[in-house]
């Protein structure tokens, strides 16, 4: 500590005044980011980071629009700590340059940031763990529009256990946004007669992106 400024201390200790108060520095929506990027790559809350190889805490344009959740990492994923990569990965890539996007202009994330074992479903607890996460990460990016891509992603948003088909008959408001629920791309490579439907829902989407030009 320079002399002047221990001396000025010592003055302020001398006059009564016992504490002092700094203003902390307002940080922008990057440095939060990367803030709670840094404190996710570290979690220990479930069992989960027993076994994973890799946190995914989710990749592209944190300033995005659009926002697409999904379940949770897969074995690809695990294994490069990047979400939606593989088979389904390259699906979603086709997907929304059909709709002139490319994965860039988005922010992509799961509702779990940790693979469960052998790609079971989330559970309770670990859903319960890690959905913190994801509300800081939707605070943060403040997306005009979501799309959930899943039924146990949409069930673990929208907190209701309903067919996917139901979920889809209506937009949703998560945290007063307007939110899709689609199929999953995994999903649409078991059974491609739900592509046509899942283009119709990215068609929607694609308005409402217009509208806000």
């Known amino acids: 500590m320079k002399k002047t400024t221990k001396q000025y201390l010592e003055y302020l ?3 009564g005044i016992q504490d002092i ?9 990057t440095e939060k980011f990367e803030k709670l990027k840094a404190k996710t790559l570290k979690c220990k809350k479930c069992e989960l980071a027993k076994t994973r190889n890799n946190v995914c805490f989710g990749n592209g344009n944190p300033n995005a629009d659009l926002m697409l959740i999904g379940e949770a990492p897969g074995a690809e994923e695990d294994k490069t700590g990047n ?7 390259k699906l979603l890539t086709k997907m929304l340059q059909a709709i002139n996007l490319e994965r860039e202009d988005i922010y992509i994330a799961n509702t779990v940031k940790c693979r469960p074992p052998e790609n079971r479903d989330p559970k309770a607890a670990e859903k ?3 959905l913190p996460y994801l509300e800081k990460q939707i605070a943060i990016i403040q997306p005009k ?8 992603a949409a069930i673990n948003l929208l907190k ?5 088909k139901t979920f889809r008959e209506t937009t949703h408001l998560y945290q007063g946004i307007k939110t899709y629920v689609s199929y999953h791309p995994s999903a649409l490579l ?4 739900w592509k046509r439907p899942a283009w119709e829902d990215l068609q929607k989407i694609q308005q409402d992106l217009e509208n806000l030009k």
Do not use: H, T, W, Y
């Open 21 to 29: 108060f700094f203003e902390e520095r307002k940080m922008n929506s």
């Open 13 to 15: 200790e001398m006059s």
């Open 83 to 89: 979400v939606f990569v593989g088979r389904a990965g």
């Open 128 to 130: 319960i763990a890690c």
């Open 145 to 152: 529009i979501i799309l959930l891509v899943g039924r146990v």
């Open 190 to 193: 078991r059974n491609p007669n």
């Open 160 to 164: 209701q256990d309903i067919p996917l």
